[in-house]
């Protein structure tokens, strides 16, 4: 009998994603989500120079597990959910802390929250119509892997949100900035919350990786 061809090993080219869970920026990834409520125990409590510390040390994490992640070619499938997923965590918890301490615009905070639920809808709805019948909903290996990839616009957004969350803080603890800056910041916020919320109900920011 012939022998049998070795099996065949997947070598991932640098800039695409491996199918690898327990990496180094997934960890400091999730370190980020494990650390979120944290802060929100030192807002709820008035503490809230402890908590700009703590969100200096999040934005730290954040840059690191970016960065080793492309300078060790350890991008990963699971890895393009948990970034987002982690910084949607941050804002949500901060958002939600701050808004029932009175800091944050109850009504910006109903746009920002609103806005992440109908993409959430919306993304599950998509994978469920277009992943073929015997993939995993959530699915990180073989083919038709689904890919979230977040547009310019809304990677702007997040940083203009986590910077106002941080202004929030800031507000609360030195009085810094002045409320009409304030004021005039959530604004901003608010156009580019509605402004990347459009883009994405075309769905051109989720599409299917076919894995060979």
């Known amino acids: 009998m012939p022998d049998k061809p070795p099996p065949r090993r997947l ?10 869970w327990v990496t180094v920026p997934n960890a400091l990834t999730m370190l980020r989500i494990v650390a979120t409520p944290g802060l929100a125990h ?12 703590g969100c200096f040390f999040t934005g730290i994490l954040d840059y690191f597990d970016g960065k080793l992640a492309r ?10 959910f948990l970034d987002p997923l982690a910084d949607k965590v941050f804002v949500g918890t901060l958002l939600v802390t701050l808004t029932y301490k009175g800091l944050f615009p109850v009504e910006l ?19 469920f119509w277009t992943k073929p019948k015997d993939a995993a909903f959530f699915a990180t ?3 038709d892997v689904l890919n979230v990839t977040p547009s310019q616009l ?25 409320q009409d800056v304030f004021t005039g910041l959530c604004w901003v916020v608010a156009g580019t ?10 769905m051109r920011n989720l599409k299917i990786v076919h894995k060979p």
């Open 193 to 202: 919350t509605i402004a990347s919320g459009a883009g994405y109900m075309s």
């Open 71 to 80: 300078a060790w070619n350890q991008q990963t499938v699971v890895g393009a």
């Open 109 to 127: 905070a109903a746009l920002i929250v609103g806005r992440d639920v109908v993409l959430l809808g919306g993304s599950f709805a998509y994978r």
């Open 141 to 143: 290996s073989g083919d």
């Open 11 to 20: 070598v991932v080219p640098p800039g695409e994603l491996s199918n690898q």
């Open 154 to 178: 809304s990677r702007v957004n997040t940083v203009l949100q986590m910077s106002l969350l941080g202004f929030a803080l800031t507000k609360a603890a030195y009085g810094m900035p002045s």
């Open 42 to 53: 030192l807002i709820v409590n008035d503490h809230y120079q402890a908590a700009i510390v």
